[in-house]
Nanobody, 116 residues
Framework: QVQLVESGGGLVQPGGSLRLSCAAS????????MGWYRQAPGKQRELVAR???????NYADSVKGRFTISRDNAKKMVYLQMNSLKPEDTAVYYC??????????WGQGTQVTVSS
């Protein structure tokens, strides 16, 4: 059974930084692509960043240059470093695992609020 547990969310002022972490359980973590989605109130869930098993990355246009996704396979961890945060980054952030067909496991989410 796979579990994904996010941490690191909170309240931050505009222009500030947060680092989200996702702890994964289960086998063969290094073989899966991982990612972060977010969902703001009244909006659809959207992909924020994705990292493949070979560490190729892609980002939503809205976060390029500000967010960085990384992974530590030995620790079964995925991270999302978020800099220059904006109020529009306020959302619940979810860690996800991909199989060949798309996302197959989701974490419970962590709230990020950007406000002065």
């Amino acid at each position: 059974q796979v579990q994904l547990v996010e941490s690191g969310g909170g309240l931050v002022q505009p222009g500030g930084s947060l680092r989200l972490s996702c702890a994964a359980s289960g086998s063969f973590f290094s073989l899966y692509a991982m990612g972060w989605y977010r969902q703001a109130p009244g909006k659809q869930r959207e992909l924020v960043a994705r990292i493949t098993k070979t560490r190729s990355t892609n980002y939503a246009d809205s976060v390029k240059g500000r967010f960085t996704i990384s992974r530590d396979n030995a620790k079964k961890m995925v991270y999302l470093q978020m800099n220059s945060l904006k109020p529009e980054d306020t959302a619940v952030y979810y860690c996800i695992r991909y199989n060949d067909d798309g996302p197959d496991y989701w974490g419970q989410g962590t709230q990020v609020t950007v406000s002065s």
